[in-house]
């Protein structure tokens, strides 16, 4: 299993898995209730709308496919990313949605529905300019910014109104596995194969904490 993700009610958690497969759990039954079945290959992220109608999942081929999670219908296929499609995320109202790739790069997509109920995924900007796989992409709480971890060590931050990155973080001395930020938007938190955790100041990009106490890599 590579990667989880639960629905906004709390009620259901989407697993996503090598075997093709993204499996929807129940929480209060503890059990499997759903199959989402058609990817060629493992399933490396999977994500819930915050309406909770729909689901992105990407898999090894690059391929991202969008799931109607009531009954588990496929609803659309992107070929996305020329590599490994390792995170997929929502923006808060569900219209929009953010991939990022072991082939360097970020997209962000118009993932609204059409009137037939399908998710054909319209690509917005293409964002590029890390130089090693992207293993994190995320919005900000204003919706029109990003923030993305690469294996080439950086952060980046980035305009969703233009497409431009806008700043780097430069201080890991190793692979960015992971990122968050905080409600307000002013602070990233970054998460490192060099066993630290660093914390920066979104409007600079500059480090402003490092927390030490990991023996091996933080993800």
Same mark, same amino acid.
């Given at each position: 299993?590579?990667?989880? #993700?639960?629905?906004?009610?709390?009620?259901?958690?989407?697993?996503?898995?090598?075997?093709?497969?993204?499996?929807?759990?129940?929480?209060?039954?503890?059990?499997?209730?759903?199959?989402?079945?058609?990817?060629?290959?493992?399933?490396? #992220? #999977?994500?819930?709308?915050?309406?909770?109608?729909?689901?992105?999942?990407?898999?090894?081929?690059? #391929?991202?496919?969008?799931?109607?999670?009531?009954?588990?219908?496929?609803?659309?296929?992107?070929?996305?990313?020329?590599?490994?499609?390792?995170?997929?995320?929502?923006?808060?109202?569900?219209?929009?949605?953010?991939?990022?790739?072991?082939?360097?790069?970020?997209?962000?997509?118009?993932?609204?529905?059409?009137?037939?109920?399908?998710?054909?995924?319209?690509?917005?900007?293409?964002?590029?300019?890390?130089?090693?796989?992207?293993?994190?992409?995320?919005?900000?709480?204003?919706?029109?910014?990003?923030?993305?971890?690469?294996?080439?060590?950086?952060?980046?931050?980035?305009?969703?109104?233009?497409?431009?990155?806008?700043?780097?973080?430069?201080?890991?001395?190793?692979?960015?596995?992971?990122?968050?930020?905080?409600?307000?938007?002013?602070?990233?938190?970054?998460?490192?194969?060099?066993?630290? %955790?660093?914390?920066?100041?979104?409007?600079?990009?500059?480090?402003?904490?490092?927390? %030490?106490?990991?023996?091996?890599?933080?993800?």
């Amino acid at each position: 299993v590579y990667g989880v #993700c639960t629905s906004p009610d709390g009620k259901l958690v989407l697993s996503a898995s090598g075997d093709k497969t993204v499996t929807v759990w129940d929480l209060q039954e503890l059990k499997a209730v759903r199959h989402f079945k058609g990817h060629g290959s493992s399933v490396y #992220c #999977c994500a819930v709308s915050r309406q909770g109608g729909v689901a992105l999942s990407g898999d090894m081929d690059g #391929c991202i496919k969008a799931w109607r999670v009531a009954d588990g219908e496929e609803i659309g296929t992107i070929e996305a990313h020329e590599q490994a499609v390792v995170s997929v995320v929502f923006s808060r109202d569900g219209c929009r949605a953010l991939s990022a790739s072991a082939d360097k790069t970020i997209v962000h997509w118009d993932v609204t529905e059409n009137e037939d109920g399908r998710v054909t995924g319209i690509k917005m900007h293409h964002l590029t300019g890390h130089r090693g796989a992207v293993r994190c992409a995320i919005f900000a709480p204003d919706g029109m910014t990003a923030l993305s971890a690469s294996s080439d060590n950086t952060l980046k931050v980035w305009s969703l109104k233009t497409g431009k990155e806008t700043r780097t973080m430069v201080g890991h001395r190793d692979a960015v596995l992971a990122c968050d930020l905080s409600p307000d938007g002013e602070f990233a938190v970054s998460a490192s194969q060099d066993n630290t %955790i660093k914390v920066w100041k979104v409007a600079t990009g500059k480090e402003v904490r490092t927390l %030490i106490g990991h023996t091996d890599a933080v993800r």
